[in-house]
């Protein structure tokens, strides 16, 4: 099949909204204060796309075969996710296979971006020919955000409607827009797509604090103007040339990210026994990545505005507010921190602080604690260790949730620590089944 006949026989069928569809709001709001986005015109990504495939468009692929869709009742956003993975994600992959040669996938952000939870990411699975610009496999290329399209019914003239109304942290447009920017600021992504199915644009970051959009493209639109073609254009250019962008918050080099801490009501935290911080005038700055599970772990050091260091060395653990399961289990942990105040710093790790980025991100500053440890059980003196720590987490009142030995870790000086409380639970001290059915967990840990 010819290129072009494929572009035209890939009809995206029409989603029908299901009779009882959710109405989950699009997502929590940004922080307005630091999120001064101006949203320009991206006038000429038709003309990119029409320059990239017209070379191609009468040359045979035999295995570009369409699939032959019907429309889908969708009840959820993760409806609208499915329906899109097979209307355009799976033919934009076939396109850069057979025609570009390109090894790419769509899929869940799970572990490919450092920070937040973008409903899909595009990736490279194969290491393409040597060429300038070109960046590891498995990294992020671009975020893909999703709403329903009752949620989230964008307009055609979507920058004119959030230009007016950039100001109001509660109108919809500008809350989907500000997370997708959060997502490629945390990420040091240039390019991102919101989409609701019917409509879909597209975006670029283009100075500190703006962005781009294209022209809207509908899931009707067939050819060079459909919604895979766009798709094709956005992938190939993020897979042989730049696509990362560095934070808009300072000139540094894109491994490192620098963010002003903000705080929730009720959320500060600070120990006893730390002197007062003036949190508002400190920088996080997060460097290296160690994990990515419910919440990502990243580690740097916090500075001053003129770049000294405050604290040095320390962890920070980064929730993604939009998420509601997410944001849930961010609470448990800092009620988890707070009850066993006592045991920060000897048992647990001590807690900074806790506070918000751009209303998107809650973020605990912690200690670092040092390595965890490994295998399937603990050996006899580490669990000697770790069981001094559950009965004192208990004393608290305290269930972890999720004994397992790489959320215990040793320092270089042999203290232990329990980590990772986003699990935790408490209970009144009088539920003994609890601690009892914990501790007979815990002791499936002892090396035999």
């Known amino acids: 099949m010819k290129l072009h006949e494929f572009l035209a026989s890939v009809t995206a069928p029409p989603l029908v909204p299901g009779e009882y569809r959710t109405t989950t709001a699009t997502t929590v709001p ?25 070379p191609y468009l009468d040359n045979e692929y035999p295995n570009l075969l369409p699939a032959r869709l019907k429309s889908k009742a969708a009840y959820s956003e993760t409806d609208v996710v499915v329906l899109a993975s097979t209307a ?16 790419g996938e769509f899929k869940s952000h799970r572990p490919i971006v450092n920070i937040g939870n973008p409903d899909r990411v595009f990736h490279l699975t194969e ?30 003239n979507l920058r004119d409607v959030f230009n007016e109304n950039k100001s109001n942290p509660r109108n919809k447009y500008t809350k989907a827009i500000q997370q997708l920017y959060g997502y490629l600021s945390f990420n040091n992504l240039e390019f991102g797509v919101l989409s609701n199915y019917d409509s879909t644009f597209f975006f670029r970051r283009v100075s500190d604090q703006g962005m781009e959009v294209s022209p809207v493209f509908r899931y009707s639109d067939t050819g060079l103007g459909s919604t ?8 190939h250019y993020t897979a042989t040339q730049q696509w990362f962008s560095c934070s808009p918050l300072a000139s ?11 705080f929730d009501p009720g959320m500060e935290f600070v120990n006893d026994d730390e002197p007062m911080l003036d949190w508002g005038n400190l920088m996080l700055r997060l460097e290296i990545r160690i994990a990515k599970q419910i919440a990502s772990i990243m580690t740097g050091f916090v500075s001053n505005k003129r770049g000294g260091s405050v604290l040095q060395h320390v962890v920070f653990k980064i929730y993604d507010l939009t998420d509601l399961e997410v944001a849930r289990q961010s ?77 215990f870790v040793v320092s270089g000086q042999g203290q232990m620590r329990l980590i990772d409380l986003g699990l935790a639970t408490k209970h009144p001290i ?5 601690f009892l059915r914990e501790k007979e967990n815990f002791e499936k840990l002892r090396e035999v």
């Open 30 to 54: 940004a922080n307005p204060r630091d999120l001064r986005i101006d949203l320009g015109e991206w006038n000429d990504m038709k003309d990119s796309i029409q320059a990239l495939l017209k």
């Open 88 to 103: 355009f994600e799976i033919p934009t992959e076939n396109i850069l296979d057979y025609v570009f040669g390109i090894s």
């Open 127 to 156: 290491t393409p020919a040597p060429q300038p610009n070109v960046f590891a496999v498995a990294k992020a290329r671009f975020a893909v955000e999703f709403k329903t399209p009752w949620a989230l019914p964008l307009p055609t």
């Open 228 to 235: 895979v073609a766009a798709l094709t254009y956005l992938c």
């Open 252 to 262: 540094i080099s894109p491994s490192t990210k620098q963010y002003l801490l903000d």
């Open 331 to 407: 609470c448990q942990e800092l009620t988890a921190y707070k009850e066993c105040r006592t045991l920060q710093g000897t048992h647990i790790p001590k807690l900074y602080a806790v506070g918000t980025v751009w209303g998107l991100l809650r973020v605990f500053v912690m200690e670092h604690c040092g390595t965890a440890l490994e295998g399937e059980t603990l050996s006899r003196g580490d669990w000697e260790k770790a069981k001094v720590i559950i009965e004192k987490l208990h004393d608290c009142g305290i269930t972890h949730g999720d004994l397992k030995p790489d959320n």
């Open 430 to 434: 009088s539920d003994e089944d609890s």
